[in-house]
């Protein structure tokens, strides 16, 4: 027991139980439906995952500060709308430009939302949930309600979904799944080794404390929530490669469900704990769930709402109930062991 | 003495000065505008949320949220149009529905009160889920063919010119002022939004309190998806999708600190007022939907800023906690009792 204990903290416990339960509910719908351990279902699940995924590690930066990002699907179908749109207009605009133009809009309108709550000290929910409809409205406005259409894009963009980095057998590992696992790693390097990421759990643990020990909170939490745009941004991006038809509604919606993949990876919504990898575990959990009922013929895909609301509450129940448990057991267990060479 | 209930009146006299500049606006830029039945119309469109506006006032004056609150709105209005599709007599299906919503108040409540998970992670799994029950149960379909007395009820007017649900959203606020401010409850609201220890350690029944507050969250916001279906005349499986944001848009406009533990309902009677004439007046001026939500977004963010911003100048303490921590524990500069 002691020697499981000292190997892995109760934190990596739930990514663990994530990775297990990803496996289960591959084994389940490999068994249940027909074709469905393939090249084809990874590949869907996949494409559909690296969007998401970039989204939730934004919004795991932010929720760790103990705030929260709800406007990030106005910023996805913004960026995408309107790089789309520049794109069609120009096709020889570069692609590295048009990746910049996206994180770039999408850092301006994390910039914003993170001045109102940094420094004009509005709580994080409200200022959000205004920018989400504001966002969106001068989206609306701006497109006149028009639609972006793939045959306008250039062509490397309508490529860019199916290129692969590295081919496996059957998967595919496609450019922008990489891409997100690229982020997924970066940015959690980022929280176990760099000052800034120490300093955003220091701050959603204790807002007081961080401040009366000297931290810039204010800057902190500004910075957090121009990543989250500026990622966001990105996802756009992402988001117009994928889908190419970009309407005024592209995006959403994917604030809750980044929210929701947040939680199920067992980020607190409360702050301080939580992270990258759980985000992305969880943004898998939920979206292989979404994949495979859709062709589980058994049920309707009407079932996948309803099945993903549980998933949800079990996730956040789990964690209070046995986590909770476990996490004590974990520290009186550390404590015994501390104390006995001292004896 | 705490500072709170100045700086409350301030609030309210904020916005009773806004209220007045928006009314003038309309009066002076539309020629409808005073007429009865605009201003009936005015309430009637949105009169399902404003009813549901009232009970979550209470949930986030404890210091909690309810995001599910639309979603069982739909989930309601789908069941009786299922009953019925199948059916059921209709008082019946309405009495199911609300036994529907105050199933899922309950177990939002149970969640949140007794094993002590957080309103926000709960009640999102409930705006998922219960939307999903709600697909489950009419699928692509839409359903309608109401008995005529229901429709009615939702669209006619019953006494002189008030359709039900505006008479019924009256007698409501009158109730709620009571409950809130005038009844031992409504105290232990604000006593458990305020500092939910300090509340348990005097003997408060906390996980009750919080319990029927899910509880009346449920049947309340079922009310409001039967009266919805009534005035639609026909339901769909999205059925008052996305109303939860403009429902808590109200709240907090009106003042309610989204830490909980202060607000009143004048302030958020005045901001219903507010939004509702903003919408109106944004109509009558042709403006669209979209952009009525963009402008009272702004007015979401601008009316806790600019005190905030002034306060600042003026070197005094904020309305709001200082930065990075919407959810964090109230402020202990809210003096109890």
Redesign the interface.
Not at chain 1, 136 to 148: C, N, P, Y
Not at chain 1, 329 to 336: G, K, M, R, V
Not at chain 2, 284 to 300: C, D, H, P, R, S
Not at chain 2, 325 to 335: G, K, N, R, T
């Given at each position: 027991m002691k020697a499981i204990t000292r190997a892995i903290r109760p934190e990596q416990l739930r990514e663990i139980t994530l990775a297990l339960l990803i496996v289960v509910v591959v084994l389940f719908f490999s068994s249940q439906i027909q074709g469905y351990f393939s090249g084809r279902t990874f590949n869907r699940v996949t494409t559909s995952v690296a969007i998401i995924a970039v989204v939730a590690v934004g919004q795991t930066l932010v929720v760790l500060?103990?705030?929260?990002d709800l406007s990030v699907g106005s910023i996805v179908g913004f960026s995408a709308y309107f790089v789309g749109t520049q794109l069609a207009n120009d096709n020889t605009i570069s692609p590295f430009f048009a990746v910049a133009l996206a994180i770039g809009l999408g850092a301006v309108m994390g910039a914003i939302n993170g001045a109102?709550?940094?420094?004009?000290?509005?709580?994080?929910?409200?200022?959000t949930?205004?920018?989400?409809?504001?966002y969106?409205?001068?989206l609306?406005?701006m497109s006149g309600a028009k639609t972006v259409v793939v045959d306008a894009l250039p062509q490397w963009l309508k490529d860019l979904p199916r290129t692969n980095l590295v081919q496996i057998g059957d998967l595919d590992i496609r450019l922008m799944f990489a891409l997100a696992i690229l982020v997924v790693v970066l940015f959690q390097l980022m929280l176990v080794y760099l000052r800034f990421g120490r300093r955003l759990y220091a701050?959603g643990s204790n807002?007081e404390a961080a401040?009366n020990a000297g931290l810039p909170?204010?800057r902190i939490?500004f910075s957090a929530f121009v990543l989250c745009g500026a990622l966001a941004g990105l996802a756009g991006f992402m988001f117009l490669a994928r889908f190419g038809t970009i309407t005024v509604v592209a995006g959403q919606g994917m604030e809750?469900q980044s929210?929701?993949a947040v939680?199920v990876g067992g980020v607190n919504?409360?702050?301080g704990s939580g992270s990258m990898i759980g985000a992305f575990l969880g943004a898998t959990l939920i979206d292989l769930l979404e994949q495979s009922l859709i062709r589980w013929l058994r049920v309707?895909e009407?079932?996948?709402?309803?099945?993903?609301?549980?998933?949800?509450?079990l996730a956040?129940?789990s964690d209070?109930?046995i986590l909770n448990r476990l996490r004590r057991a974990w520290a009186q267990d550390s404590l015994t062991a501390d104390s006995q060479p001292a004896k | 003495m705490s500072p709170l209930p100045s700086l409350l009146r301030r609030w309210e006299a904020l916005l009773l000065a806004i209220l007045l500049v928006v009314v003038l606006f309309n009066v002076t830029r539309s020629p409808f505008y005073l007429r009865i039945d605009n201003l009936i119309n005015l309430f009637e469109l949105s009169i399902e949320k404003i009813i549901v506006v009232l009970v979550m006032t209470f949930i986030i004056i404890n210091g909690e949220i309810d995001l599910s609150v639309a979603s069982v709105m739909g989930l309601a209005a789908c069941v009786v149009a299922r009953l019925h599709a199948d059916g059921v007599a209709m008082p019946l299906a309405v009495l199911v529905a609300l036994l529907v919503g105050l199933a899922c108040g309950a177990f939002n409540g149970f969640w949140i009160a007794y094993v002590g998970l957080p309103s926000l992670a709960v009640t999102l799994a409930g705006l998922i889920g219960y939307r999903g029950a709600a697909r489950i149960l009419l699928e692509d379909k839409s359903i309608g063919n109401f008995p005529e007395w229901f429709n009615v009820l939702g669209q006619q007017p019953l006494i002189g010119p008030f359709p039900f649900a505006i008479l019924l959203f009256f007698g409501m606020l009158i109730a709620a002022v009571i409950i809130l401010q005038r009844t031992t409850f409504g105290r232990y609201v604000y006593v458990i939004g305020n500092n939910k220890e300090v509340a348990r350690y005097s003997g408060i029944q906390v996980r009750q309190v919080k319990m029927r507050l899910f509880m009346a969250s449920g049947l309340i916001a079922a009310l409001a998806g039967v009266l919805l279906a009534a005035r639609l005349g026909a339901v769909r499986g999205n059925t008052a999708e996305g109303f939860e944001l403009d429902i808590i848009t109200m709240v907090l406009l009106g003042g309610v600190s989204i830490f909980g533990g202060s607000g009143t309902l004048t302030g958020v009677a005045l901001s219903i007022l507010i939004i509702l004439n903003l919408r109106n007046g944004m109509s009558l001026a042709n403006i669209t939907g979209n952009t009525q939500t963009g402008v009272i977004g702004a007015l979401l963010i601008l009316s806790v800023l600019v005190p905030n911003l002034v306060s600042q100048a003026r070197g005094l303490r904020s309305r709001v906690r200082p930065a990075s921590s919407p959810l964090a524990q109230p402020s202990q500069e809210v003096e109890m009792s």
């Amino acid at each position: 027991m002691k020697a499981i204990t000292r190997a892995i903290r109760p934190e990596q416990l739930r990514e663990i139980t994530l990775a297990l339960l990803i496996v289960v509910v591959v084994l389940f719908f490999s068994s249940q439906i027909q074709g469905y351990f393939s090249g084809r279902t990874f590949n869907r699940v996949t494409t559909s995952v690296a969007i998401i995924a970039v989204v939730a590690v934004g919004q795991t930066l932010v929720v760790l500060t103990r705030n929260i990002d709800l406007s990030v699907g106005s910023i996805v179908g913004f960026s995408a709308y309107f790089v789309g749109t520049q794109l069609a207009n120009d096709n020889t605009i570069s692609p590295f430009f048009a990746v910049a133009l996206a994180i770039g809009l999408g850092a301006v309108m994390g910039a914003i939302n993170g001045a109102l709550v940094a420094y004009g000290r509005v709580p994080a929910i409200i200022v959000t949930l205004g920018t989400l409809a504001i966002y969106r409205t001068i989206l609306v406005d701006m497109s006149g309600a028009k639609t972006v259409v793939v045959d306008a894009l250039p062509q490397w963009l309508k490529d860019l979904p199916r290129t692969n980095l590295v081919q496996i057998g059957d998967l595919d590992i496609r450019l922008m799944f990489a891409l997100a696992i690229l982020v997924v790693v970066l940015f959690q390097l980022m929280l176990v080794y760099l000052r800034f990421g120490r300093r955003l759990y220091a701050i959603g643990s204790n807002p007081e404390a961080a401040r009366n020990a000297g931290l810039p909170t204010q800057r902190i939490v500004f910075s957090a929530f121009v990543l989250c745009g500026a990622l966001a941004g990105l996802a756009g991006f992402m988001f117009l490669a994928r889908f190419g038809t970009i309407t005024v509604v592209a995006g959403q919606g994917m604030e809750l469900q980044s929210v929701a993949a947040v939680v199920v990876g067992g980020v607190n919504i409360f702050g301080g704990s939580g992270s990258m990898i759980g985000a992305f575990l969880g943004a898998t959990l939920i979206d292989l769930l979404e994949q495979s009922l859709i062709r589980w013929l058994r049920v309707s895909e009407f079932w996948r709402d309803a099945l993903l609301g549980l998933l949800i509450l079990l996730a956040v129940a789990s964690d209070a109930i046995i986590l909770n448990r476990l996490r004590r057991a974990w520290a009186q267990d550390s404590l015994t062991a501390d104390s006995q060479p001292a004896k | 003495m705490s500072p709170l209930p100045s700086l409350l009146r301030r609030w309210e006299a904020l916005l009773l000065a806004i209220l007045l500049v928006v009314v003038l606006f309309n009066v002076t830029r539309s020629p409808f505008y005073l007429r009865i039945d605009n201003l009936i119309n005015l309430f009637e469109l949105s009169i399902e949320k404003i009813i549901v506006v009232l009970v979550m006032t209470f949930i986030i004056i404890n210091g909690e949220i309810d995001l599910s609150v639309a979603s069982v709105m739909g989930l309601a209005a789908c069941v009786v149009a299922r009953l019925h599709a199948d059916g059921v007599a209709m008082p019946l299906a309405v009495l199911v529905a609300l036994l529907v919503g105050l199933a899922c108040g309950a177990f939002n409540g149970f969640w949140i009160a007794y094993v002590g998970l957080p309103s926000l992670a709960v009640t999102l799994a409930g705006l998922i889920g219960y939307r999903g029950a709600a697909r489950i149960l009419l699928e692509d379909k839409s359903i309608g063919n109401f008995p005529e007395w229901f429709n009615v009820l939702g669209q006619q007017p019953l006494i002189g010119p008030f359709p039900f649900a505006i008479l019924l959203f009256f007698g409501m606020l009158i109730a709620a002022v009571i409950i809130l401010q005038r009844t031992t409850f409504g105290r232990y609201v604000y006593v458990i939004g305020n500092n939910k220890e300090v509340a348990r350690y005097s003997g408060i029944q906390v996980r009750q309190v919080k319990m029927r507050l899910f509880m009346a969250s449920g049947l309340i916001a079922a009310l409001a998806g039967v009266l919805l279906a009534a005035r639609l005349g026909a339901v769909r499986g999205n059925t008052a999708e996305g109303f939860e944001l403009d429902i808590i848009t109200m709240v907090l406009l009106g003042g309610v600190s989204i830490f909980g533990g202060s607000g009143t309902l004048t302030g958020v009677a005045l901001s219903i007022l507010i939004i509702l004439n903003l919408r109106n007046g944004m109509s009558l001026a042709n403006i669209t939907g979209n952009t009525q939500t963009g402008v009272i977004g702004a007015l979401l963010i601008l009316s806790v800023l600019v005190p905030n911003l002034v306060s600042q100048a003026r070197g005094l303490r904020s309305r709001v906690r200082p930065a990075s921590s919407p959810l964090a524990q109230p402020s202990q500069e809210v003096e109890m009792s």
